[in-house]
Structure formats: structure tokens, C-alpha cells
């Protein structure tokens, strides 16, 4: 099933289905397997998956080095990798913004050391700097295609207003945004600017942190960094898995599963080329791939976004009787 897209002005021939690694950042989601990682990778891979998105913030360079080892061996002209940069490392564990022109030239020769690679074909900003300036920004990131040590770059977590400043310096042709059918902010500017641009889009968290997935239904409890999110809590939390597991009929109708019924959807979006999908075994990668060329009506489209509308979850009353 090799189905690609083009993401955008950047050129790159992608699957629209990305195979996300913020999982192995221990801070967020607790210890992972390795092993169940990469035969989940090895599993999208001979799936038709050609896109894997990776970071140095994800377990400080431990994402990157499992990606490394996946892609030992593999034909490195059949991958597109995605990694970003920002952070400034501190051997205590902490870190601050840092996209100053050494850093950023120096991250790059070390990310493209973790994972055994030449080059990297699309680098993206992690967050937004406010203390370099732009050009500096722009001519370290030209100067690293032009070395070849990159071949596109873009932009991760910023505003339209951040992403146009940016662009009056470099050819910022890529973004990766969060968004799902729960949170469409993005909607209201950054889509339509990257839909009127040709910028490429590859939104991550579509399943909201895992939220409509289908797998939940308002009684669990988490360990990982969830715990502190409304939307995993008290009656917000049952609300919202409620309206996920009414959207089943549905499915089934389409012949998908509940997951995939909201994906499928969430990449009907024009301005969204590529979902970006966390991943931590090979089942979850098989039915994420499920997903990939299936449309369902404009109908059924907008019954599923009214059904899991965050402004009408909002409404529900917790027990005080009081709106949330």
C-alpha cells in the first residue's frame, strides 16, 4: 500500500501516514519497549510507510537513536526523516531555547550521527526562539542544505504570525501542528495560510494524546504525563470517550475501526497532508494504516466533528451542577 502524498512546496513524496516517536520520551509516556518500537517500525515500513518523525527533545536523543537502528540497512532513498531542533541540553537534565547559529549547526551534526544518516530530509524548528533573530536562523539553515547535511526545512509549534515572520527569511515549506478533531484552532488561520502558501502539513496528536482512539471509556486512569490533562479526567474525560464510542455504528458502516474512522477523517482536511501517529506496537501501526485512502461522505464528516466537538463537551455540567 504505497500511497504517497506531496508535502507541499517541499517536494517530498510521503505516506500520509507518518510514524511519530514522541512515545520514547520517558518524561511523557514512562519506559517503552525498544523492541515493540522497532517491530512496529519494521511493520509500517513493509507496509507501505515511508515517513518517520523524530526529535532530539524525545528522551534527549534516545528517539533518534532507536530510528538509527531501524534504519540501519534499510534503502536510505525509500525514507523520509523528520527531525527538529531547539533545545539546549544541560548535563544536570535541564534545557532552554536555544536556535542560536553554533548550536543549532552542532544538534544537527550530532542527530545525524544518532541515527547513521547523511542527511536529514526535513529539519524542523521544535518551537519558536524569541531571543535569535530570524536571519540568523534562515542563513544557518541554508547553509546546512546547502552543505546537503539537510534538504527542506520548516517549522514545528509555532503561530501563523511566528511561521509568515519566518518566512520573509527562508523558505519555511513545512509545519507540524497539533491538532485533532477535538482541538481545530489551527483551523481558524495557520490552515488556510499553509492551504493559500503550498506549505506542507503534518499535524501530530490527531488522536488527541490517544483520547479517540476508541480504547477509552471514562473510567481509567494514567500514570504518564496525562494525569494532569482536563481531558483525561472526571466527567470532561467520560464525556468525551462517550462521544468517541457513539461513533462506532458508524464505523462499522464504513467497515473501519473507530480509530480509523477518525483519522480517515481528520486527513480529509484540504490543508492537512500527513497525520503524524505515536506509535508503540505493530497493531497500533496496522490499524493506523488502515486508515490510509479511505474517505467517508461530507455528511457522515461533519456528524463525526459535531459528535466530538470540544465546544459541546464543554457545555456538559460536572457534578456541583456548575458549567466546566
Not at 520520551?25 to 515511508?50: E, H
Not at 534503502?75 to 523528520?82: A, E, G, W, Y
Not at 548550536?103 to 531571543?131: A, G, K, N
Not at 494514567?222 to 455504528?249: C, W, Y
Request: include cysteine; glycine fraction near 8%.
Amino acid at each position: 500500500m504505497n500511497r504517497r502524498v506531496i508535502l507541499g512546496a517541499t517536494g517530498l513524496e510521503v505516506s500520509p501516514i507518518c510514524f511519530g516517536t514522541w512515545q520514547l520520551s520517558p518524561r511523557f509516556w514512562g519506559d517503552q519497549s525498544k523492541t515493540d518500537v522497532l517491530a512496529a517500525m519494521n511493520a509500517a515500513f513493509d507496509a507501505g510507510i515511508n515517513f518517520y518523525d523524530t526529535a532530539d527533545a524525545y528522551g534527549d536523543g534516545y528517539a533518534e537513536t532507536v530510528l538509527g537502528e531501524f534504519l540501519a540497512g534499510k534503502p536510505r532513498d525509500d525514507l523520509v526523516i523528520c527531525t527538529k531542533v531547539f533545545n539546549h541540553f544541560n548535563p544536570n537534565g535541564s534545557r532552554y531555547p536555544d536556535l542560536s547559529p553554533a548550536h543549532i549547526r552542532q544538534r544537527c551534526d550530532l542527530q545525524l550521527q544518532r541515527m547513521s544518516i547523511e542527511t536529514i530530509d526535513l529539519y524542523l524548528l521544535h518551537l519558536f526562539d524569541p531571543v535569535t533573530p530570524l536571519a540568523d536562523v534562515a542563513e544557518t539553515m541554508e547553509s546546512l542544505k546547502k552543505q546537503g547535511k539537510i534538504r527542506r526545512y520548516g517549522v514545528s509549534n509555532h503561530t501563523v504570525e511566528q511561521l509568515r515572520a519566518h518566512r520573509r527569511f527562508g523558505p519555511y515549506d513545512a509545519v507540524q501542528p497539533c491538532y485533532s478533531l477535538v482541538d481545530t484552532q489551527i483551523e481558524n488561520d495557520l490552515l488556510p495560510y499553509c492551504q493559500a502558501e503550498n506549505i506542507g502539513v503534518m499535524v501530530y496528536s490527531p488522536m488527541h494524546k490517544g483520547l479517540l482512539t476508541g480504547k477509552y471509556t471514562g473510567n481509567e486512569t494514567f500514570t504518564d504525563f496525562r494525569k494532569h490533562l482536563p481531558d483525561f479526567q472526571g466527567e470532561r474525560f467520560r464525556a468525551i470517550a462517550a462521544a468517541v464510542q457513539s461513533l462506532k455504528p458508524l464505523a462499522e458502516q464504513y467497515r473501519l475501526s473507530t480509530y480509523q474512522l477518525i483519522l480517515a477523517a481528520t486527513l480529509m482536511h484540504p490543508g492537512i497532508h500527513v497525520a503524524v501517529v505515536g506509535i508503540k506496537n505493530r497493531p497500533q501501526i496496522i490499524e493506523a494504516i488502515g486508515a490510509m485512502g479511505k474517505t467517508i461522505s461530507r455528511e457522515d464528516y461533519f456528524a463525526v466533528r459535531k459528535a466530538i466537538a470540544i465546544d459541546g463537551i464543554s457545555k456538559i455540567k460536572d457534578a456541583t451542577g456548575k458549567r466546566k
